[in-house]
């Protein structure tokens, strides 16, 4: 199963959590579930959110958030459980150990239940738009991954 085709079916199901253990929110693209990731006025999804990825001032959010999945150098960034385990990782720290992992980008994880609060029964076009932002995401991480090879040659 694709990882698009996946977070399609745990819509509404499947929960996020930070790093060190703090709930933040369930993968839902239900704009009015007070526990959505997409809640704008919830804890979960505004961006004002105590306990929100998209709190751009906050642990979980931001660039220099602890817990965030923003941050490239979070060592503890969020992972969806499903069925009480560990499923996905969110980060772009494209150095995070995941034990086996798959790693999302947190942009593309918010875009598929964007996606899918704004169009819920054109299922297939949402998969068409997510997978052009997943190639735009690894193009993304390469050019990460070779930025910091070149800073990393500059100091030895």
Same mark, same amino acid.
């Given at each position: 199963?694709?990882?698009?085709? &996946? ?15 703090? &709930? ?26 105590? &306990? ?102 500059? &100091?030895?």
């Amino acid at each position: 199963m694709q990882l698009i085709d &996946f977070l399609v079916n745990v819509n509404g199901i499947a929960q996020l959590f930070g790093g060190d253990g703090q &709930f933040l929110g369930v993968l839902s693209s239900n704009t009015y579930n007070a526990n959505s990731i997409l809640n704008q006025y919830g804890f979960y999804g505004g961006q004002y959110g105590v &306990f929100s990825i998209s709190n751009p001032y906050g642990l979980y959010g931001g660039q220099w958030g602890v817990y965030s999945p923003y941050n490239p150098y979070c060592t503890y960034p969020p992972i969806i459980i499903y069925g009480n385990n560990p499923v996905i990782i969110v980060t772009r720290n494209p150095y995070a150990q995941t034990n086996g992992l798959p790693i999302i980008d947190p942009d593309l994880l918010l875009g598929v239940y964007t996606q899918l609060a704004q169009s819920p029964i054109n299922v297939n076009l949402v998969q068409a738009h997510l997978q052009a932002l997943t190639q735009a995401s690894k193009s993304n991480a390469e050019a990460i991954n070779r930025a910091m090879q070149i800073s990393a040659s500059m &100091f030895r």
